[in-house]
């Protein structure tokens, strides 16, 4: 071969390879999506003092570096976004709802989570089966969910029939293990009369149903009413209660039955207060008849205030012995969450302990290893607020922007 020759192969080689390199670096930068949020206040969800004029830098959907603005290296690539005189802590985790049963009902049901701050859910025990894989789909702008399935409970007509009904050990063991088949995240179990109209699930049968669980690697979450079925349910090795004590006032015996369980975790679900509030923050995130139908529902109501109020002393009797406490709702209430942390408040956990409970909380229950708090590694979930909700926590309701999996949130009209 002449040198011409040579010469000519070799710059075909390196004119090839160069073109390579900037294909792969075009590639790149349309790929990477670094964002930097730049002078806000952050409540990081660990507990700590706040940290003012703080950067969260993110990297498509995962946090990769927080701290100090001008002390946290941002590339030179990076959108910058300032939020200046804005909050930004963890989004919500609802430890406790009911999801919509068809599969259309479900997506919007995440999509409504999402556009009120909350990124995940956990669906506790109506679910049908065949909604279960819904579970793995990611949709932008949507919450996702987990799920324990069908729950257990005795024969209960005339209410909802997704649920599992059982009649003996036997049976709730058998079905412990069809609901480990599914795949189930939790097992969850009501041990409740409803008002003294049905059978209650006996020691007995959810003493067995604890027990299958538990060798089969799964956690069981009880629904409870009664103070004395706690009191068995803890003996018997229960890990979450969906509820706290509704019937009396909590005594010593079951404080000290908690304290000897470090694991358990209550979610108190405290019910409706019973006193007339200012829904207009809502107003925007639901549709008008929707709205104009639970502010028919808002009204005083001294009957629902006695019902609370034993609810939430004894939640703020367990708050201070150090029983961890993580956030749900019940129900189907996208909004609820926001309600949940005031009414925690208001029972006297303080602002810090409240927005804990609906973030690092909740994601440990739920073993979300990348939610719950703003660090690196974790994922994009940020709940941009106006004001600072350790001031007021009704300031969660403030929302700026949401941005979730790192991907900001359609607001602008609601789901």
């Not at 694991?263 to 008849?289: E, F, Q, Y």
Request: with cysteine.
């Amino acid at each position: 071969m002449r040198l011409t020759d040579v010469f000519r192969s070799y710059s075909a080689a390196l004119l090839g390879a160069s073109m390579i390199v900037a294909s792969h670096c075009a590639v790149n930068a349309q790929t990477s999506r670094i964002t930097a949020y730049e002078g806000a206040r952050l409540i990081d969800g660990k507990g700590g003092i706040p940290l003012e004029n703080a950067t969260v830098v993110v990297d498509g959907a995962k946090i990769v570096a927080v701290g100090k603005t001008g002390e946290v290296q941002v590339p030179s690539s990076a959108t910058r976004v300032s939020l200046a005189g804005k909050t930004v802590m963890p989004m919500m985790i609802d430890a406790h709802v009911h999801l919509s049963q068809s599969r259309d009902g479900i997506a919007r049901d995440l999509k409504r989570r999402a556009w009120f701050g909350v990124s995940t859910v956990f669906s506790a025990g109506t679910d049908k089966y065949e909604n279960l894989d819904f579970r793995a789909k990611v949709e932008p702008g949507s919450a996702t969910f987990q799920s324990a399935g069908r729950g257990i409970t005795m024969p209960e007509p005339g209410r909802i029939n997704v649920s599992h009904w059982i009649n003996d050990e036997a049976e709730g063991r058998n079905v412990v293990k069809e609901l480990a088949t599914q795949k189930v995240d939790m097992v969850k179990v009501w041990v409740d009369t409803r008002e003294g109209k049905f059978k209650k699930v006996s020691p007995a049968i959810y003493a067995a149903i604890i027990d299958e669980a538990h060798k089969r690697n799964l956690r069981v979450v009880a629904h409870i009413f009664e103070m004395e079925d706690a009191k068995g349910l803890i003996k018997a090795g229960v890990d979450v209660f969906a509820h706290g004590i509704r019937d009396r006032e909590i005594d010593d015996e079951m404080v000290a039955l908690f304290k000897s369980k470090p694991g358990i975790v209550l979610t108190p679900n405290l019910p409706d207060r019973g006193v007339k509030v200012d829904m207009s923050w809502m107003k925007p995130g639901l549709p008008a008849d929707e709205f104009a139908k639970l502010e028919a529902q808002n009204v005083d109501s001294p009957k629902l205030q006695a019902f609370h109020a034993i609810q939430a002393r004894n939640l703020a009797k367990l708050n201070a012995a150090g029983v961890k406490v993580a956030l749900a709702t019940d129900g189907n209430r996208p909004w609820g969450p926001h309600e949940e942390m005031e009414d925690m408040v208001l029972a006297g956990l303080t602002p810090m302990q409240s927005l804990l409970s609906a973030t690092r909380n909740s994601a440990e229950v739920l073993r979300l290893a990348d939610q719950g708090t703003i660090e690196a590694g974790k994922s994009a979930d940020l709940l941009v607020l106006d004001a600072n909700p350790l001031d007021d926590i009704k300031n969660t309701r403030r929302i700026s922007q949401v941005v979730l999996r790192g991907d900001a949130v359609d607001r602008s009209r609601a789901p």
